[in-house]
């Protein structure tokens, strides 16, 4: 996947007319030059800007989640901008609550099976076709573009 400077400024100029930075948008436009770019803007979904960075974000919390070893373990929390630009401390705070949990569970014993169901088995499972619906949106909005 590639992306040009252009495109990236047009969806950040689209992203603060529809903040209502209008202000903003005409400056950031005249500098950027989004005149004179080949970008058609109708057909540019409206907040694409957000739609990409939630989509890199959930793709981020997918990476710490299931880590180099491929296992899964849920985040105890989502993502936020600053911490997706950050995995090494979500990933520190990550493992801190997996040894309180682990701790937790050789205490108390298994508790994770219900009914004969892993429950980690069915949420790492639901994970994953989030992940591969998240993907198929993103082809779909290339393939568009």
């Not at 209008?22 to 970008?39: K, L, P, T, V």
Request: hydrophobic share 40%; net charge negative; glycine share 6%.
């Amino acid at each position: 996947m590639s992306f040009t400077s252009d495109e990236v400024n047009f969806l950040v100029y689209r992203y603060l007319q529809e903040s209502g930075f209008h202000h903003s948008a005409y400056a950031f436009g005249i500098e950027s030059h989004i005149s004179q770019s080949n970008i058609n803007g109708a057909l540019v979904p409206p907040a694409a800007l957000l739609n990409i960075i939630q989509k890199g974000l959930q793709y981020t919390e997918a990476e710490i989640t299931f880590g180099d070893n491929g296992t899964g373990t849920r985040l105890t929390e989502s993502l936020s901008l600053i911490d997706a630009v950050t995995p090494d401390i979500v990933a520190a705070r990550q493992n801190a609550h997996n040894a309180q949990k682990q701790a937790t569970k050789t205490e108390a014993g298994s508790g994770s099976e219900q009914n004969g169901v892993d429950v980690c088995d069915v949420q790492l499972k639901l994970l994953i076709l989030d992940f591969i619906i998240i993907f198929i949106d993103y082809t779909l909005l290339f393939i568009s573009l």
